[in-house]
């Protein structure tokens, strides 16, 4: 992986990891059970973070491949990916995290990417 991919990897966990932070706390005082609050809001970003992480590993390894390998590759990650997050998001649910803390943490990507380029675009 090249230092950029780096950059820009631990860039986005550090914003999932502020922007979680920011939403629990609000949650707190909106929630009525405080635990399974905090159990959907770690558990989401938990796999945010894990889907950057994996994501990044998987681009740097098709990286290196042919374009009909790099294809192939590319869908089962991604498949496995999403399995392995639906997968763990409905456990936690069934065991008693909140769904909507769930939700949350598991969409904190998407703003994420966002204010990561705005931040990362004003500093340039």
């Not at 938990?46 to 042919?66: A, C, N, P, Q, Y």
């Amino acid at each position: 992986m090249t230092s950029d991919v780096i950059k820009t990897r631990n860039g986005l966990i550090v914003t999932v990891a502020v922007m979680s932070a920011v939403i629990f706390v609000i949650g707190l005082f909106i929630a009525d059970n405080k635990i399974p609050w905090l159990a959907g809001m770690a558990v989401g970003t938990v796999l945010s973070i894990g889907r950057v992480i994996f994501l990044t590993r998987s681009l740097s390894k098709t990286v290196e491949m042919d374009k009909e390998t790099a294809s192939k590759v590319s869908q089962a990650h991604y498949m496995l990916r999403y399995l392995a997050t639906l997968v763990i998001a409905v456990a936690a649910i069934i065991l008693g995290a909140n769904p909507i803390g769930v939700i949350v943490g598991l969409i904190l990507v998407q703003p994420a990417v966002y204010i990561y380029n705005f931040i990362f675009n004003k500093q340039q």
